[in-house]
């Protein structure tokens, strides 16, 4: 229930906000990522908090009226956006304004948007998931090991102003493929790290590009597909994307169970990475909306 939940206030909200804003989209849709990942920072010391000074049932009660009283008021703020009004047609700019859901799911863009965001949870899933246990069996002391996943979440932070930043600048297509073999390249030099140093500097290149890249698919599919069913679309792309990032940790155990080491799990790694990338090079020229047409010369 947890999870449904919480998958159900991704896609609405993504696709309210690639509507909303149109000149510096990948920043803005950055911005609202960039606040769900400072979410699980904030409430897991008050969780910790409240699991010392009350029972775990009231722990988890008190979390969830303070979900409530923010969450709900905060939801009725949100206004849909101009395109997805009744009675307003979609924005010109898409493939096509007419596109049905079944035509969307079918068409060669949101093929390759879910193979390249499978592949792409894929490649950080595993390394996410077991990178703690990897330095612990590399004789770094346990809690300075989970400082590393720590790290990893405050680079994820900077990186999806960076690469949100650079979406506007370089266009979203050419930041993604930029960030998955930046991803790419981080999970494979896990391969070669020992010390906490080095941990921790892989954590900030790894974290940096998996958390720059993943908001910015939400701005791909908004430049693909009409703003009346941009919800379906990112929602349908999230889902295959789930089952990424439910492939790696699974994939990972299996390789330390089978080989007794983790390197595996990285070189995979490193190659889903890539083909990542690779896929997301396949993506079609966005279509000119009318203004830049217009401002081609003849």
Known sequence: VVGAAAGAILAPTMATVTGWFDKHRSIAVSLVSAGMGMGPMTISPFASWL?????????????AIVAWVLLIPAALFMRRAPETAPGMASMPGSADPGMTVGQALRSPQFIILGLTYFCCCATHSGPIFHTVSYAIACGIPA???VS??????????????????????FGAKQTVVFALVVQALGAGAYYFTRQVGEF???????GMAYGGVMPLYAVIAREYFPMRIMGTVIGASSMIASLGMSLGPAVGGWIFDTFGTYGWLYLGSLFMGLLAAAIA?????????PREAAAQPA
């Open 51 to 63: 699991l010392q000074s009350y029972d775990w049932r009231t722990a988890q009660l008190i979390i």
């Open 200 to 206: 921790y500097a892989v954590a900030v290149l790894f």
């Open 143 to 145: 809690l300075t090991a």
């Open 281 to 289: 090079l396949a993506f079609p020229p966005v279509p000119l909306r």
């Open 148 to 169: 590393i996943y720590s790290i990893e979440g405050l680079a994820g932070l900077g990186g999806r102003v960076l690469f949100g930043l650079a979406g506007d600048r």
